[in-house]
């Protein structure tokens, strides 16, 4: 997964702070490098680095630089080798003018794509997907750089939200089963793509509606257009459901969904699906599992406390994971409250167990604070499929759930009783139809062509 941002200003202010803004608000969804790109006197420019939005971008450079249409980027993945040419937005100048792409997502047939780019001629700087893309736009330059955009969004498969900066416009995209978020905002006379409704809120925009699956929206000097990837809609829609378990921010709202509401439910659900009896308080682990716990505790009416602390500064790529740091454990970052612990009954709800390693120490800590019983809720299904649409991170051998059986986890993390979401729950709690929701990862429910 990553973030992307995208702003054209009808009214010709320049936008390049808003992007940075909007790129502070998506910071969850990446942190390992950051980019802006925009177009000086008909050359695409840009911003671009490593780690954190702050540390990638020097934000004094790019305050003396004007734009009316920029687009941004943050990538979760780490990046195969740290070299500035894979760090997104890709950026050329071709035939018809200068192009920069940020896309968040896994085109499938990327390696099919390349080879016949390749044959043609083109040379790949890059590992991105975006590159690629790219390629696809500049070798139709006989055509209008749009038309080419949409001539190559047809030809992708897999997953995608994305954004194309051309010379005057801003190009917003969604791929036919609409698993990526992306939605459009508007303040002003400035429209806004964002991949959450989160960061159009930091820069004070409206919320106008989300992105359709396979829809591809222009703006420019006359406003907004919309065009479609296929004519034909595909009979269902894919919306990933691990957007509203763990990766949107809970103040977004996605697919008209609101995060903070979903995760509720799936507490609430969670309580009355896997409840237990005479528990002494109910505590998320933060962030992630917190908004779940709290739906928890209301259905289980058992007091809810913020029992497990955590270091708000700690970033994910502060620590190289040496053998000492290892040992100090996961309390560099959470840290329980021992009183609240000590000789209770607690639940502890946390939104998803994938290779397992959180939970057993979390636990592990817990314990080690004298509570009487440890009881750990999940807010999801058991992930026993890896993701085949952009959260590319987990191999299946590593998924906690695919190695042992419920009863053998619960052992292995340490917790008196182990229980989680069932999926009709989840799709319920998320409050959008079955047909209209991607749950691959938990069911195995893959599409057929891929
Ligand atoms: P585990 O230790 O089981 O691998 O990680 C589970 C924890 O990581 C959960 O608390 C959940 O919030 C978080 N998590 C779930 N999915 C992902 C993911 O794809 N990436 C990252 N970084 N964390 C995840
Ligand atoms: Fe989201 Fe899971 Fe589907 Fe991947 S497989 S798109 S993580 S629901
Ligand atoms: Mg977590």
Redesign the pocket.
Known sequence: MSGIFGAYSVKNKTVLEEIYLGLYALQHRGQESAGIAWARGGHAASARGFGLLHNAIDQHKLSLEEANCAIGHVRYVPLESQQLHNVLPVCANYARGPIAIAHDGLITNVGELKSQLEARGAIFQSATNSEAILHMVAQKSHMEPVDAIVDALKRLEG?YAIAVLLEDALVAARDPYG?KPLVLGERDGTYYAASESCALDIVGAKLLRDVEPGEIVIIDRRGMKSLRVRHERPSRC?H????YVYTARPDSIIDGRSVYEARKEMGRRLALKAPCANADLVAGMPDSGTIAAIGYAQAAGAPFEMAVVRNRYVGRTFIQPTQKVRELGVKIKLNPIAELFRDRRAVIVDDSIVRGTTAERIVTMIRSCGAGEVHLRIASPPVL???????DTRKEETLAAVRMTLTELCRKVGADSLDYLTEEDLVAAIGLPEDR??????SGK?LEKY
């Open positions: 997953s698993f894919m990933c459901s691990f957007e499929h890896p993701c085949r649409y952009g959260i929701l991607c749950t691959a990862c938990f893959y």
